[in-house]
């Protein structure tokens, strides 16, 4: 998102109001990015509102003092961190370490495949573990789960795939006989 | 470190700011820079303007608020905030425990006076 100064401005107010907006955004970095965009638009307005009281381009001084009045970046930004819930945020965190764990899980089994007896219930495990927490989950745990998801799906239909070559290779060369083998007598002369 | 009085403030105007500005929009919709206007009236409640879009969006995630667009005769179009059903029944609950909440500590100051 950029930011922009809100009409009825020019020049030095024009680059006040630009630089304070721009200080904002950088001040809310840590802020998600959704409630960032939120507290940045709704400041513009404010300040275009403000502006539009004014029957004239207000000067220099008028624009430090609404900017003033708005306060410091910091402070706001301070504000923003302050109101996020810590066990909403605590809760993303452990998603987000779940997704990779899972992820892990599954991109392990992925390449044990070719032990089967260990990756498949490993990438049972983790896929359906994902598509569990998948339910609860919000961006971006929610995209590491279907990443987890998609590799348990892999590794299963890889094996299914190699066992079922093996068989269909297997009954190609067709059932061995217990029968010892009868040759004909090679005619003599 | 002793507490200055504005710290005090600082402090307690945390969890209970959002339910002034419940009360507010219990009159009806109401735009940002009027709701800061009426909350700037006491410099006790709300100190600097800008602080008050970070708690506004906060309520909008909570669903206590809605916003919509509407022209205005002067300038660009604001975006009111409407007090939702889920945010009147939060205020109730806050109007309910405030009332003896404030009493008791009124009480307790007076009579240690």
């Known amino acids: ?189 | 470190m002793l507490p200055s009085p504005d710290s005090v403030q600082a402090q307690m105007r945390k969890g209970i700011l959002e339910f002034c500005v419940l009360a507010h929009l219990r009159r009806g919709p109401s735009y940002g820079r009027e709701i800061a206007g009426v909350l700037s009236r006491d410099s006790s409640l709300l100190t600097s303007e800008g602080t008050l879009y970070p708690l506004l969006a906060r309520l909008r995630k909570q669903g206590w608020v809605e916003t919509s667009r509407q022209a205005s005769e002067l300038g660009p179009p604001r975006r009111y905030y409407t007090l939702t059903a889920d945010g009147a029944a939060a205020l109730e609950a806050f109007s309910a425990a405030w009332g003896p909440f404030s009493r008791s500590v009124t009480t307790l100051l007076e009579e240690t006076r």
């Open chain 1, 1 to 189: 998102m950029t930011s922009r100064p809100p009409h009825r401005t020019s020049g030095p107010n024009e680059r006040l109001i630009g630089a304070y907006l721009v200080d904002l955004e950088h001040a809310l970095s840590e802020v998600e990015a959704g409630e960032r965009d939120d507290v940045v638009a709704s400041v513009r307005e404010h300040i275009e509102t403000a502006l539009s009281e004014y029957d004239r381009e207000p000067t220099v001084d008028e624009v430090e003092t609404l900017l003033g009045q708005l306060g410091s970046v910091d402070q706001i930004a301070r504000d923003a961190d302050d109101g996020t819930d810590r066990s909403d945020r605590a809760a993303q965190d452990a998603g987000s370490r779940d997704g990779w764990i899972l992820v892990g899980l599954a991109g392990l089994s992925l390449v044990l495949f070719w032990f089967p007896l260990v990756s498949v219930p490993l990438a049972l495990g983790a896929g359906i573990a994902a598509a569990i927490s998948l339910r609860g989950a919000r961006d971006p745990a929610n995209r590491r789960y279907r990443i987890a998801i998609t590799l348990s799906v892999a590794t299963v239909l890889i094996i299914f795939l190699l066992g079922l070559g093996l068989v269909a290779g297997g009954s190609s060369t067709g059932p061995v006989s217990d029968q010892p083998i009868e040759s004909e007598p090679i005619p003599a002369g």
